[in-house]
């Protein structure tokens, strides 16, 4: 199963872009990268999954490099309302990691 | 659109009761996962189940157990309570995705807060 690092916390301003990136250096072949965002004393929601180059729907865009070994969540014009916790998983691995704790400041 | 039901929704135990949790996961989802969060912590995954049968295990506890019946709901079953096993309990669903194994897409319930005291 592919283990995951992403960085434990970033801060960021109302309006910025914010990129958050996951490493999961032994990726298998078929594996898929998925991201889900919670909120406090919230379960985790779903945000986006892809397996190579470029995914974007209405909330977020997932890149990932050609090698797969990382792939970047970017959030774009971030709002005070984005502040929460944001993990990466990969394939069917369902065991969340540390998460990165985004917190977006007025 | 219809979610992940459980209930109950908050619970509060005395050390060494007992406590069971329910989960309805949605509509023709086929698996169901539970996780354990305490505050401030990552969700821990503590089992599965796809089509009533166990899919995989995490860090569970011997105390507790867990099935999957045959309308599909699920319930974890906690045995011997302690303090430290106040958290919030997950449970998910889920439905084979689209583009096949390891693209599954995770339903999260609003969760059960047990607090053992």
Known sequence: LAKTTQPIS????EGQEVNITCSHNNIATNDYITWYQQFPSQG?????????????????????????????LSLP???????????????????????????VKP | AAGVIQSPRHLIKEKRETATLKC????????VYWYQQGPGQDPQF???????MQSDKGSIP?????????????ELNMSSLELGDSAL???????????GPGTDTQYFGPGTRLTVL
């Not at chain 2, 309990?89 to 583009?99: D, N, R, V």
């Open chain 2, 46 to 52: 503590l089992i599965s189940f796809y089509e009533k």
């Open chain 2, 24 to 31: 309805y996961p949605i509509p023709r989802h086929d698996t």
């Open chain 2, 62 to 74: 011997d105390r507790f157990s867990a099935q999957q019946f045959s309308d599909y709901h699920s």
């Open chain 1, 10 to 13: 970033m801060d960021s301003y």
């Open chain 1, 44 to 72: 985790p929601r779903f945000i986006i999954q892809g397996y190579k180059t470029k995914v974007t729907n209405e909330v977020a865009s997932l890149f990932i490099p050609a090698d797969r070994k990382s792939s970047t």
């Open chain 2, 89 to 99: 309990y997950f449970c998910a669903s889920s439905f084979p995705g689209l583009a």
């Open chain 1, 77 to 103: 014009r971030v709002s005070l309302s984005d502040t929460a916790v944001y993990y990466c998983l990969v394939g069917g691995d369902m065991r969340f990691g540390a998460g990165t704790r985004l917190t």
